[in-house]
């Protein structure tokens, strides 16, 4: 069992910045790939960015890409979202999850390959 608890939501203006974290516990975090989802109100959960085991690997969604920088501290057991350049459109609960894997570069994009998820931390972007 894997515990995820994110931290650093909060409310920032359009064009501010955020750092999101993600506290792991309960199995060797180093084992995990790592994500970031969002879920905005009426919308489905969507992958943000991604991250290989080692942090050689990563993934940003197109609507991200450029502003957001996922990176991980495996001696922490903690996985990072740096977000820039925050717009409205980027109002969502936020949420970490973990897919165990057994290749050290693999990054995974599908919800349902993620075994163990947080309960998620709010981004209200005003404009």
């Known amino acids: 069992q894997v515990q995820l608890v994110e931290s650093g939501g909060g409310l920032v203006q359009a064009g501010g910045s955020l750092r999101l974290s993600c506290a792991a516990s309960?199995?060797?975090?180093?084992?995990?790939?790592m994500g970031w989802f969002r879920q905005a109100p009426g919308k489905e959960r969507d992958l943000v960015a991604t991250i290989s085991r080692t942090g050689g690997s990563t993934y940003y969604a197109d609507s991200v890409k450029g502003r957001f920088t996922i990176s991980r501290d495996n001696a922490k057991n903690t996985v990072y979202l740096q977000m820039n350049s925050l717009k409205p459109e980027d109002t969502a609960v936020y949420y970490c999850?973990?897919?165990?894997?057994?290749?050290?570069?693999?990054?995974?994009?599908?919800?349902?390959?993620?075994?163990?998820w947080g309960q998620g931390t709010q981004v209200t972007v005003s404009s």
């Open positions: 999850a973990a897919d165990h894997h057994i290749h050290s570069e693999y990054v995974s994009l599908l919800s349902y390959e993620y075994d163990y």
């Open positions: 309960g199995r060797t975090f180093s084992n995990y790939a």
